[in-house]
């Protein structure tokens, strides 16, 4: 019995740590062309919406002359489309959700690639968190 609600109980927090979710802060790389793109710079906060997702970002000055880039990122599971000046950019979510990467389908140099920020220190809680439940349930079961 004991076995049984462990392993569902392992189950819910390994699905939980892996589901996928978009919205977060992710920082920026710098792997977009400013001198030619519209690039997303420094930290991106997206928000879900009932439309999907609100982007907020710094931005080079290629962006409409603007210092900051606000847009709506439309997905379907890990894969969606946000647009980028003029530009229907395809957009893709990494099976851990930590990294956002926004490929633009006509200039490959103006791909932007966003990094969840925070996101390894939470996996490593959830891990340690789950091996202490494991060591405590070991010492229940023994312990009987």
């Given amino acids: 019995m004991q076995l049984t609600v462990l392993f569902l109980l392992m189950a819910t927090v390994i699905g939980a740590a892996q589901s996928q979710s978009w919205a977060g802060t992710y920082t920026v790389d710098s792997s977009c062309n400013t001198t ?21 970002s710094s931005a080079s000055s290629l962006c409409n002359s603007n210092s900051t880039f606000t847009g709506t990122l439309s997905t379907t599971n890990y894969t969606g489309w946000i647009k980028v000046n003029s530009d229907n950019d395809t957009v893709t979510l990494s099976s851990d959700s930590l990294t956002i990467t926004i490929n ?32 405590g349930m ?4 023994l312990a009987k």
């Fill in 138 to 141: 070991m010492i229940n079961v």
């Fill in 36 to 56: 030619s793109c519209c690039c997303l710079s420094g930290k991106a906060v997206l928000t879900s919406t009932t439309n999907g997702y609100s982007v907020n």
């Fill in 104 to 135: 633009d389908t006509t200039n490959s140099t103006c791909t932007n690639k966003l990094i969840k920020s925070g996101a390894l220190a939470q996996h490593a809680n959830i891990i340690r968190l789950l091996a202490l439940f494991l060591f």
